[in-house]
């Protein structure tokens, strides 16, 4: 059976607001799927949806071929750590994930074992209440991980995380994605998704923008601007020319580059022996284009009336 | 670096067990027991049951020679033994609307219906385990209570009565019931209306508010009225003395358990509807 989740005409009111607009997508597994959108866009909506804390208006939602409801072990199927903190206040973070588990029979060993792992030994036996929100946001990663789901989805999982534990929750998704897991990660932050996320499914005002590779929609998005310094510019400009690639000269020893990732720039470089200097992608304007794709996303709802292209 | 490297490896779980209503009960027990409020709360409910019966017991005994024979034929010594459960009602009932409201107020509730997702699973582990808890915790006190406030009594000859006399046991006993039943009524309050303050509030509102405005209608419709009421159907199970205007024992828990069956109903058919 396939491990995925998949999303077909979903939407969701509260009462008149529209939070989820008919969205369809699949989540598929041995990839970090980004979930990127501006805040109160419909990602944790979404999320909720998948999970049937919260039920659609219209549309369906599955989890690796089941409503979400209907799988006799869930913590085994979704691993999942919920936006707003879902965890109760007076409760030690040991007995907070020693009750998860047994629901479903999981012994304490592996509640330990979890604790070691997000790296709360320590405060373990504190109230959760008293906890920072990047000691929070590691005790819902536990609780996601409790059950060595096939499917993990985080909800902004590095807010609030200091720079390692950024690295940390980095280092940790793609080695989930790796085992063959299903992972699906929102965040409001463009340039953290660029580094994690292999395909984007991107949302604004409850509506899909874009679903496509990142390293595509980075081209898209940022016009794919890479800037480099090398001593040896002209062998680079002539190694890099190609149909869907432009290089200009931006100064001595300077290129700016479209068409391609620094990723892809870096080893080309690497395998015909050029030196770098410095290799940056435009990261402001990639942050800046993402705005501007929501952006033109809203205003495109509301004139209707605006030609298509506008949206890209 | 490294410990960030070696931190990715997630160990596997050697097998995986599905969701029966026994482990959830289990997790329940774990949630009521892991929380210190809910145990601080458990601890007054049965100080409150004990202490109370033996101070009335002991003033009465010292006040007893200076009391007017009116006065002491109104004093009843189980009204004394179970004075402790009417004050610790209202402890057990603040703890049955918490089990499931404090879930709400932190948002613990999302963690459940994840980890838990048919959701009535949860109730009924919630309400068994409170259940269990709050019987098997009241009752001693109730027990130790009776003796205490009899052994108090009983040093100045006064007010005695036995524990095998008709009806004494089951009053007895019946507090420790009633309060089981009050804390179950209250989890499905606090079910229903999701929120601290509003659940608490609308349980005081039925059982302490609304009794005593019926000394207000005309008193045919009060007997007829009040007998119906949950605080005094529930009442029934431990009071002694039974009349024309009460039901009997077996009638008002009947009615009592039947209150607390609605409010379970209509809290698990809004908990499985509702979006969380």
């Known amino acids: 059976m396939a491990t995925m989740i998949e999303a077909e005409n979903l939407t969701k009111y509260y009462g008149e607001q529209r939070a989820v607009d008919d969205l369809s997508f699949t989540v598929q597994p041995g990839v970090v799927t980004g979930f990127l959108g501006p805040n109160g866009s419909g990602k944790s909506t979404t999320m909720r949806l998948i999970l049937e804390l919260d039920a659609p208006s219209s549309g369906d939602v599955t989890v690796n071929g089941k409503h979400y409801r209907d799988h006799t072990a869930p913590l085994h199927e979704v691993g999942a750590l919920l936006e707003a903190r879902s965890v109760h206040t007076g409760r030690s973070a040991y007995n907070h994930l020693l009750a998860l588990a047994q629901t479903h029979g999981i012994g304490r060993r592996r509640v330990d074992e979890l604790i070691d792992l997000v790296g709360l030994h320590d405060v373990a036996r504190k109230r959760a209440g008293k906890f920072s929100l990047g000691m929070g946001q590691r005790l819902g990663i536990a609780a996601a991980l409790l059950g060595d789901p096939s499917t993990i989805m985080l909800d902004e999982p590095v807010n609030g995380l200091d720079p390692e534990g950024i690295l940390w929750v980095r280092h940790l998704l793609r080695g989930l994605a790796a085992e063959g897991r299903t992972v699906f990660v929102s965040s409001h932050l463009m340039s953290e998704m660029s580094l994690t996320a292999d395909h984007l499914i991107v949302i604004g005002r409850g509506r899909k923008i874009a679903d496509m590779s990142t390293d595509e929609f980075i081209r898209q998005a940022s016009g794919g601007l890479v800037l480099v310094r090398t001593p040896q510019a002209a062998e680079l400009e002539a190694l890099l020319s190609g149909p869907d690639v432009t290089v200009t000269a931006a100064g001595p020893g300077l290129l700016e580059v479209r068409g391609l990732t620094a990723v892809q720039i870096g080893e080309a470089a690497a395998a015909n022996q050029l030196v770098l200097h410095e290799l940056t992608p435009q990261q402001a304007s990639l942050e800046e284009a993402f705005m501007t794709l929501t952006r033109d996303d809203v205003e495109f709802k509301a004139a209707e009336l605006e030609p298509e292209e506008a949206v890209l | ?276």
């Open chain 2, 1 to 276: 670096m490294s410990a960030v490297s070696q931190a990715q490896q997630i160990p596997r779980l050697a097998h995986t067990g599905r969701v029966t209503q026994l482990r959830v009960a289990l997790s329940e027990w774990t949630k009521l027991r892991s929380l210190r409020s809910t145990l601080w709360s458990l601890f007054a409910g049965v100080l409150l049951t004990i202490l109370l019966p033996v101070l009335f017991a002991a003033i009465t005994s010292s006040h007893w020679g200076s009391m007017s024979p009116h006065e002491r034929a109104d004093r009843h010594p189980l009204d004394i033994a179970l004075a402790g459960v009417n004050v610790s009602q209202l402890a057990i009932a603040v703890l049955g609307v918490l089990v499931i409201t404090g879930e709400y107020s932190t948002g613990m509730i999302r963690a459940s219906f994840t980890a838990v997702p048919k959701r009535l699973p949860v109730l009924w582990a919630k309400t068994a385990v409170f259940a269990v808890v709050a019987f098997l915790l009241m009752l001693p006190p109730v027990l130790i209570a009776f003796f205490a406030s009899q052994a108090i009594l009983s040093r100045h000859h006064i007010l005695q009565i036995s524990f095998s006399h008709p009806g004494v046991a089951r009053s007895v006993i019946g507090g420790a019931v009633y309060l089981m039943l009050v804390g179950i009524f209250a989890l499905g309050i606090g079910a229903i209306v999701r929120n601290t303050a509003g659940a608490i509030a609308t349980f005081a509102g039925i059982f302490f508010v609304i009794p005593p405005l019926m000394n207000i209608l005309p008193s045919n419709w009060n007997h007829a009225i009040s007998k119906y009421l949950p605080s005094e159907a529930g009442r029934q199970l431990f009071s002694l003395t039974h009349d024309a205007n009460s039901f009997s024992p077996g009638a008002g828990a009947l009615l009592f358990v039947g209150y607390c069956a609605l409010t379970l109903a209509i809290a698990a058919i809004l908990l499985v509807r509702r979006d969380t």
